[in-house]
Nanobody, 120 residues
Framework: QVQLVESGGGLVQPGGSLRLSCAAS?????????MGWFRQAPGKERELLAA????????YYTDSVKGRFTISRDTAKKTVYLQMTTLKPEDTALYYC????????????WGQGTQVTVSS
């Protein structure tokens, strides 16, 4: 089992920044593991925003967040981050982190989510 706890969400004005954190605990990570950040807005499907391979640190971003969001990880703290800049009202959503044990596998473990609201 892997337990994930997100933090760092909140209310921010358009153009502002937030850094989300996802602290993991439980069993050791697979050497092939990746961590992903997702979001889901009301009435919309959940979407993968960014992912990072745990060992190599290789990253993936969906087009809508490229250049604005940065995913990173601290392997010693077993924590993954999502730095979000130039936030827009359409970034408002519940943000989740998730664990993927092997490439192209399912994201098997999920956090409870942290709300991000972008509004003036």
């Amino acid at each position: 089992q892997v337990q994930l706890v997100e933090s760092g969400g909140g209310l921010v004005q358009p153009g502002g920044s937030l850094r989300l954190s996802c602290a993991a605990s439980g069993r050791p990570f697979s050497m092939y593991a990746s961590m992903g950040w997702f979001r889901q807005a009301p009435g919309k499907e959940r979407e993968l925003l960014a992912a990072i391979s745990w060992n190599a640190g290789s990253t993936y971003y969906t087009d809508s967040v490229k250049g604005r969001f940065t995913i990173s990880r601290d392997t010693a703290k077993k924590t993954v981050y999502l730095q979000m800049t130039t936030l827009k009202p359409e970034d408002t959503a519940l943000y989740y982190c998730a664990y993927q044990g092997r490439p192209a596998g399912n994201y098997d473990y999920w956090g409870q989510g942290t709300q991000v609201t972008v509004s003036s």
